[in-house]
Nanobody, 116 residues
Framework: QVQLEESGGGLVQAGGSLRLSCAAS????????MGWFRQAPGKEREFVAA???????TYADSVKGRFTISRDNAKNTVYLQMNSLSPEDSAVYYC??????????WGQGTQVTVSS
């Protein structure tokens, strides 16, 4: 069983930056893909970014060039650096850990609000 805890969300002005953290516990997650997703009010949860065990990264088109996902296996933690934020990035951001062929474990989410 893996527990995930996000932190780092908050209120930021448009054009600003935030760094989200996702600390995993219960199991070492270095052998698993880790991802970030987000859900805005009235919208479905959407993929943001992922990093696999060999640090291959993928991004949603909407965040390419602005967001960077990284992982620190020594700390069992994944990060999401978000730059050039816009109000459209406002959402609850969730961390996820892969298991099998699916995203099996999820955190509780952290709110990101970008003011215009």
């Amino acid at each position: 069983q893996v527990q995930l805890e996000e932190s780092g969300g908050g209120l930021v002005q448009a054009g600003g930056s935030l760094r989200l953290s996702c600390a995993a516990s219960g199991r070492t997650v270095s052998a698993y893909a880790m991802g970030w997703f987000r859900q805005a009010p009235g919208k479905e949860r959407e993929f943001v970014a992922a990093v696999n065990p060999i640090r291959l990264k993928t991004y949603a088109d909407s965040v390419k060039g602005r967001f960077t996902i990284s992982r620190d296996n020594a700390k069992n933690t994944v990060y999401l650096q978000m730059n050039s934020l816009s109000p459209e990035d406002s959402a609850v951001y969730y961390c996820a850990c892969a298991g099998g062929n699916d995203w099996r474990y999820w955190g509780q989410g952290t709110q990101v609000t970008v003011s215009s």
